[in-house]
């Protein structure tokens, strides 16, 4: 559909790049409270721990500071291994405390000592403080961890390899400035060498996971160059045994899809859509990041959309949308409104997998915001579909349920109503009548006529049009020939009555 095509039929001329939207505002919404499905810092707390560390007083703790500094290792071990057992209390470490005593230079220095035990246990304690605020966790990066760290990725010892892929998987996930900062210092490709078979499946997750925080956030986004360097390791560990990892490798292939058309280009070509779809039949934990992924994708171009559409995901989405989380309903037609911002083709095929009808259902049952997901799909199909297909719909009983919004307090929902009932009287043509009839029935009318007074002038004005357009004092009624056929509960649409190349307005 040309971009003049869209702006003509629509009374507000929401473009293309509207239809498909990655809507900031909604897609904060969706991701809000996202810790619950992703933790983005972790504190290593032992199951069982070796000795019991009484609370220390502050004196104690300067003390503490002194022998981590000792020339002599086994009582400098000694000393690092309490400050990381009081660093690792389940409930209120002292982080504050022991950083104000000046432990973390302390601690970062030994991560350069020729004691691997020391290398880890410095590393621990630093990977718990890290874990912290963000206050804490960038005292860390001042003191000049991070290079050491990336240092450590190259130990011999493989547990000490792991702690420090742990410790800058917290000072990732602490937010962009971080994430650039670790990006910069070299860590994407001697974490990338973890991804094979040897690496056990403990220090995998953390891999996968750290991987997870690096292609995280998007004010600013990563450098692409640099994390699309996971990529095909991500395609590898989403297909792994191991459901924690797939979870990870998931949420960091979306953070990499959500982007401009170019990135998620680059995610097309990386071959992991096909291995996607099957993920989205597994467990809640991997379903969500998988479809979150896909989702992404389909707010690209049609030819993307087209890709995850061959990918098999209808049938998915066909169980997804009568899902018992609503989260998850709500992630599925989104995805929906997307898919159905695309061409002709990919509306019908929505159609044809049986889409339809549990859309209308989640428009007229289902929690509001699954209803403001639902109404933005119904008005993207009003844009692209043809006469036939939006006839399909109106079928569906799709016009009640979008009255039923008119009256909701999210302007933008209430505008996106009007627009996709603005749009379905403007290609009912001849029947618009019939479809005038079904919203005075739904009590639309009235709600549409109180809108006309609404402080929202794009709102008012779209009111004012339909009310102009089709019922106005001359009603369209009036005129016997445009009066639908007796006994139809529809507006139908006959062969022959649609050009090959489309209505043109």
Not at 152 to 180: F, K, M
Not at 431 to 448: F, H, P, R, S
Request: with cysteine.
């Amino acid at each position: 559909m040309s971009e003049a095509r869209i702006r003509s039929f629509k009374f507000m001329g929401r473009d293309a790049a509207e239809m498909r939207r990655r809507r900031t505002e909604t897609t904060v919404e969706l991701r809000r409270n996202r810790k619950d499905e992703q933790m983005l810092k972790r504190r290593n707390v032992p199951l069982e721990e070796d000795g019991v560390v009484s609370p220390l007083k502050p004196k104690s703790l300067d003390q503490l500071v002194v022998k981590a500094q000792s020339a002599n290792m086994e009582e400098q071990l000694q000393a690092v291994s309490v400050a990381r057992k009081i660093l690792s209390r389940d409930k209120n470490p002292p982080i504050d405390e022991l950083v104000r005593c000046g432990i973390v230079p302390v601690l970062v220095a030994c991560l350069q000592s020729e004691n691997s035990s020391i290398q880890f246990e410095a590393a621990w304690a630093l990977t718990n403080i890290a874990s912290g605020n963000s206050m804490q966790t960038r005292t860390v990066v001042e003191y000049g961890a991070v290079p050491l760290f990336i240092q450590l990725l190259s130990s011999p010892h493989a547990y000490v390899c792991e702690q420090a892929v742990w410790a800058l998987g917290n000072i990732t996930g602490d937010g962009p400035v971080c994430r650039d900062y670790v990006i910069s210092q070299g860590i994407i490709p001697p974490l990338l060498s973890f991804v094979n078979s040897e690496t056990p499946i403990t220090f995998l997750r953390n891999v996968a996971w750290t991987l997870s925080n690096l292609c995280r956030n998007k004010d600013p986004p990563p450098p692409f160059e640099s994390v699309c360097m996971c990529l095909p390791a991500l395609v590898e560990l989403v297909q792994h045994q191991d459901n924690e990892v797939k979870v990870d490798a998931c949420w960091a292939l979306s953070f990499l899809a959500d982007g401009k058309t170019k990135q998620i280009q680059v995610v097309v070509e990386s071959s992991v859509i096909p291995r996607l779809i099957p993920l989205l039949e597994q467990s809640d934990k991997i379903a969500l990041p998988a479809l979150r992924t896909l989702g992404n994708i389909v707010t690209g171009n049609d030819q993307q959309t087209q890709a995850v559409l061959d990918g098999g995901i209808l049938p998915a989405l066909q169980k997804l949308i009568q899902h018992s989380r609503p989260g998850i309903v709500r992630e599925t037609v989104w995805t929906l409104s997307n898919i159905l911002a695309g061409s002709k083709p990919q509306i019908q095929m929505v159609i044809d997998a049986q889409l339809v009808p549990p859309l209308v259902q989640a428009l007229r049952q289902a929690e509001f915001r699954i209803q403001r997901e639902a109404a933005w799909a119904v008005s993207n199909f009003t844009v692209g579909g043809t006469k036939e297909q939006v006839s399909y719909l109106v079928q569906q009983g799709v016009v009640h349920p979008m009255c039923q919004l008119l009256d909701c307090k999210d302007t933008t929902i209430v505008q996106v109503v009007l627009d996709g009932l603005a749009n379905i009287l403007k290609l009912a043509e001849e029947q618009a009548t019939y479809v005038a009839t079904l919203i005075e029935e739904a009590e639309g009318l009235d709600k549409i006529e109180k809108l006309q007074e609404h402080e929202n002038e794009d709102i008012y004005k779209l009111a004012l049009s339909i009310i102009d357009s089709y019922f106005s004092s001359d009603d369209i009624e009036d005129v016997p020939q445009l009066a639908p056929p007796v006994g139809l509960d529809s507006f139908q649409f006959g062969p022959g009555t649609l050009p090959d190349s489309g209505f043109q307005f």
